[in-house]
Nanobody, 127 residues
């Protein structure tokens, strides 16, 4: 059973930055993707970003592209989400997710493609 532990959430003013971390107990599969979803109050869970362990291929939601950067440290089995230029619309619980197989580029944004989920970390952006 893979465990994902998120950290780095908190309260920040609009325009500020935060960096989330997700430590995985093990890599699920060398070419699988690991990434982030988020869920705001009253809204559906949505894809944020993902990266593949082996080649570092990245994927972003349109709403965060250019502001968020996902990266990984294979030696530490850790994935990071650097979030810049935050807005109140980024307020949500952020979940780290990990797949167990290769995902097609067109499916990385689908929550049912990820077998493992962390407990989530709250990010609140004040205006």
């Amino acid at each position: 059973q893979v465990q994902l532990v998120e950290s780095g959430g908190g309260l920040v003013q609009a325009g500020g930055s935060l960096r989330l971390s997700c430590a995985a107990s093990e890599r699920t599969f060398s070419r699988a993707a690991i990434g982030w979803f988020r869920q705001a109050p009253g809204k559906e869970r949505e894809f944020v970003a993902a990266i593949t362990w082996s080649f570092g291929i990245t994927y972003y939601a349109d709403s965060v592209r250019g502001r968020f950067t996902i990266s990984r440290d294979n030696a530490k089995n850790t994935v990071y989400l650097q979030m810049n230029s935050l807005t109140p619309e980024d307020t949500a619980v952020y979940y780290c997710v990990a797949a167990t197989r290769i995902l097609l580029a067109g499916t990385v944004n689908l929550s049912d493609q990820y077998a493992y989920w962390g407990q989530g970390t709250q990010v609140t952006v004040s205006s």
